[in-house]
């Protein structure tokens, strides 16, 4: 699309891949290396996991825009702040971006995976895709990496796959996999037992497997039934379901 004045920089959404940075397309590499600045979202103290993945490919004379959470896991998700917080966090973030392109600089706001899956990059959007040229490069996702990992086809023939955030609540989580072939189940972390209890309640416990890190340093592939009890899961961490249909 175009925006109203050319002198504007572009916003770029740039899915980097799952983690390996081998994974990241060449055009997301070539954005990478258009924009004189480029953004990402990043917890406090932490060095951000989208700019991690892309680090081998950063131009050195590229200027950083760093968008730090303003919490982690301090104020729950159902605290009625989360999400006015949150909302205040994405308009500053917005801003300080929509500055830059002001200037007539193109941003590269990169994100892990594909950024219109559960991407924060998907925040920035909403608030200036409007206002400005917009360009996004789909990514590799977290779940293509891990089902990949895993060397586990996802589904066969007329398979229904079901993508489910471990956040939902046990009963809705259980019942949505009772009524699938396929699930990828995000998002997992401190959700692991819940996740768990709702695999078992839909008889489906036993075909799942979980990817820690897909692609990433440091990757794990484990049956869910091999896990150790009380086992923390990182946040990277996705619990795949494969169909039932069978080769044909
Ligand atoms: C905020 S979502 C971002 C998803 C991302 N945009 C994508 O396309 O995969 C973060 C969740 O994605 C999953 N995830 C993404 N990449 C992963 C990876 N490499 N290994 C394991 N889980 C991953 C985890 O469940 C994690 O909690």
Excluded at 131 to 145: A, D, I, N, Q
Excluded at 218 to 236: I, K, N, Q
Aim: charged share 25%; proline share 8%.
């Amino acid at each position: 699309m175009s925006g109203p004045d050319t002198q504007t920089g572009t916003l770029w959404g740039v899915g980097v891949g799952p983690g390996d940075p081998e994974l990241l397309t060449l055009k997301a590499l070539g954005a990478i290396r258009a924009c004189p600045v480029y953004a990402h979202f990043a917890k406090s103290g932490r060095p951000g996991n989208a700019r991690g993945i892309a680090e081998p490919h950063l131009p050195e004379n590229a200027r950083e825009l760093r968008l730090e959470y303003p919490f982690t896991i301090e104020v729950p998700l159902d605290d009625p702040r989360y999400p006015e917080e949150m909302a205040k966090f994405y308009d500053a973030s917005a801003e300080h971006v929509a500055a830059e392109l002001d200037a007539g600089n193109s941003v590269a706001v990169l994100c892990e995976g594909d950024p219109f899956l559960y991407g924060s990059y998907m925040y920035l959007h909403d608030r200036l895709a409007q206002r400005y040229e917009t360009r996004v490069v789909p990514g590799v996702s977290g779940m293509s990496g891990c089902w990949t990992a895993a060397n586990t086809p996802i589904t066969h023939g007329d398979d229904v796959l079901t993508v489910l955030p471990g956040t939902l609540p046990e009963s809705e989580m259980s019942s949505r996999i009772e009524r699938t072939d396929a699930a990828v189940i995000m998002k997992v972390g401190r959700n692991l037992p819940k996740i768990a209890s709702a695999l078992s309640k839909a008889g489906r416990h036993q075909d799942a497997t979980i990817v820690e890190r897909g692609t990433m340093e440091g990757e794990t592939v484990t049956r869910l039934s091999d896990w150790e009890e009380g086992r923390g899961a990182p946040y990277f961490s996705i619990v795949l379901v494969p169909g039932r249909k069978g080769i044909r």
